[in-house]
């Protein structure tokens, strides 16, 4: 098994949220920040983790960001608010 990550970037707090998933979490935010990642992401500068979980297996990461790109936002809001209640970008911490 493959461990996964589901990671929610923004680019302010309370400010734009983009939900994905991936195997290796500080890789990932690196290709973020430095625009590697052509979409969504990189339109809005979204570059700063706020909240991350980890998952055993990769596949479990992938439902759960599925299930999380159709929440409400404020159910994103909350998540993000009990892990990281000021908005610190967590990437420095990994």
């Avoid at 936002?73 to 967590?90: F, T, V």
Wanted: aromatic share 12%; charged share 35%; proline share 2%.
């Amino acid at each position: 098994m493959k461990a996964g990550y589901v990671y929610i970037l923004t680019n302010k707090p309370n400010g734009t949220l983009y939900i994905g998933v991936t195997s290796n979490l500080k890789k990932r935010i690196w290709e973020h920040r430095n625009k590697v990642v052509e979409g969504f992401s990189e339109k809005c500068d979204l570059n700063r983790l706020v909240w991350y979980e980890v998952y055993e297996d990769i596949s479990e990461a992938i439902l759960q960001e599925k299930r999380m790109k159709k929440w409400e936002r404020s159910w994103k809001l909350k998540r993000i608010h009990e892990m990281n209640p000021d908005w610190d970008d967590l990437y420095d911490k990994l």
